[in-house]
């Protein structure tokens, strides 16, 4: 086994790639949310009115959400 040197215990370590979040509206709640937190979306794959799947990053890139399209309502 080799141990990596950038972590300073034997644990595991563990990345988040992004968080999803259902939605009604995905491109919507996309806009509304990288408003709010600062995001941006990818440049180079857009998200767009009618997007399954829409995406924003932090501006350091280190923090993702997805935002789904699901048929149903949340309850």
Known sequence: M???PDFDNDGMAL????????AHDAYA???W?????????????PNEPGHEE???ISAD???RI???E???RSR
């Open 15 to 22: 990345m988040i790639s992004h968080t999803s979040i259902d």
């Open 2 to 4: 080799t141990r990596n």
């Open 61 to 63: 890139g280190q923090t």
């Open 29 to 31: 709640q996309s806009v």
């Open 70 to 72: 699901v048929p149903e």
């Open 54 to 56: 829409c995406l924003i």
């Open 33 to 45: 949310w990288a408003r709010v937190l600062d995001m941006h979306q990818n440049p180079d794959d």
């Open 66 to 68: 997805l935002f789904i």
